[in-house]
């Protein structure tokens, strides 16, 4: 798959996408620390290449800064069990935090860091 990042669009295999932004104000009540800085902190591309009717492929493009003292990151979501999902990294490296709840929203059941590279797929 050929992608090109000229934000905020993205080319994919020549098509062209426009994100969906999500905004530094967003993502406050996640961060370890408030921040004064303001804009957008990523960009969210759904659809962007059929796979098939019952799957998605989307792409998050998550440009490398700081937010204060750590490093940027994603709003993060829940699902309920019907939506597995397949992360990969198409270029530089993340860290993913994929936890999950035990039925109360403060309470974790389980919670696993993965280190991941250009190319890497988790599952």
Do not use: C, W
């Not at 967003?26 to 659809?47: I, N």
């Not at 493009?61 to 204060?68: D, E, M, T």
């Not at 993060?76 to 490296?93: A, K, M």
């Amino acid at each position: 798959m050929d992608v090109e990042i000229d934000l905020p669009y993205i080319l994919v295999n020549g098509r062209r996408f426009k994100g969906d932004v999500r905004r530094i104000e967003d993502l406050r009540p996640v961060l370890m620390e408030p921040v004064s800085e303001e804009g957008d902190a990523y960009y969210m591309f759904r659809d962007v290449k059929p796979v098939h009717e019952t799957l998605r492929y989307d792409i998050t493009v998550i440009p490398a800064r700081n937010l204060g003292k750590e490093f940027i990151k994603t709003m993060g979501h829940y699902h309920d069990g019907s939506y597995p999902e397949l992360y990969g990294v198409l270029r530089g490296e993340a860290l993913f935090i994929l936890q999950r709840r035990a039925g109360r929203d403060d309470v974790l059941d389980d919670l696993v860091l993965i280190r991941a590279g250009e190319g890497d797929i988790i599952r």
